[in-house]
């Protein structure tokens, strides 16, 4: 597609429940971000990809969350046992190389209730 | 205190006006950007700087490295310009640290 593109949109869960975010990334981008932003603030760095490699994870709040992009395209971001707390905006960025610019995704905006 | 800092926080504007955010680090980068988010939620990059000044349209974005200091500026603002500006600083490795945005508002 011409843009980061993410799904859902919109995901409401109830406390516990886990939820899967999906982000595909602009064709031929090697590097790939999940950021979290709260209400209010700035996004936070989650986790980065490179290829199909998780080169950093230092940003996962917790071992609730977990990252994969296994084929070093699209990636999917999953949150185990929800919490209110975990409701945010969870973006997607992807770019080219560590030189060059980053472009984001609309962003999954999570309820959790 | 914050890695990133901008300043003001939020900003109300007639239309016409000149407008400055500014934006302050404390660690060494690689690139700062410039960055648009609208309301929900999607971001737009404006400008990735290094050194010097970049201009786009009505958009100037300058960085002085020695200073660790960055400014965007919007020349004869307007309401469509309304949205939170974001500045963003890239330091060891590829992540991204963000400032805590300004919520600017173009009255027409």
């Known amino acids: 597609g011409a843009g980061v593109s993410q799904s859902p949109r919109y995901k409401v869960a109830k406390r516990g429940q886990d939820v899967a975010l999906r982000c595909d990334p602009i064709?031929?981008?090697?590097?790939l971000f999940w950021y979290q932003q709260a209400l209010g603030q700035g996004p936070e760095f989650l986790t980065y990809?490179?290829?199909?490699?998780?080169?950093?994870k230092s940003g996962l709040p917790s071992d609730r969350f977990f990252a994969e992009r296994p084929e070093g395209s699209v990636s999917t971001l999953k949150i185990q046992r929800t919490q209110q707390e975990d409701s945010a905006v969870y973006l997607c960025?992807?770019?080219?190389?560590?030189?060059?610019?980053?472009?984001f995704g609309q962003g999954t905006r999570l309820t959790v209730v | 205190k914050n890695e990133v800092e901008q300043s003001p926080q939020n900003l109300t504007a007639q239309e016409g006006e000149f407008i400055t955010i500014n934006c302050s680090y404390s660690?060494?980068?690689?690139?700062l950007h410039w960055l648009q988010q609208h309301p929900g939620g999607g971001i737009v990059s404006l400008f990735m700087?290094?050194?010097g000044k970049k201009k786009h349209g009505r958009l100037i974005a300058t960085i002085n490295i020695q200073e660790k200091h960055s400014s965007l500026h919007i020349t004869a603002s307007h309401p469509r310009d309304s949205a939170v500006y974001i500045c963003?600083?890239?330091?060891?490795?590829?992540?991204?640290?963000f400032g805590e945005g300004t919520q600017l508002t173009v009255n027409p």
């Open positions: 960025a992807s770019s080219l190389g560590e030189a060059t610019g980053a472009f």
């Open positions: 064709s031929g981008h090697v590097s």
């Open positions: 990809f490179q290829n199909e490699a998780q080169l950093d």
């Open positions: 660690v060494g980068i690689s690139a």
């Open positions: 700087l290094s050194s």
């Open positions: 963003a600083v890239k330091t060891s490795g590829s992540r991204l640290t």
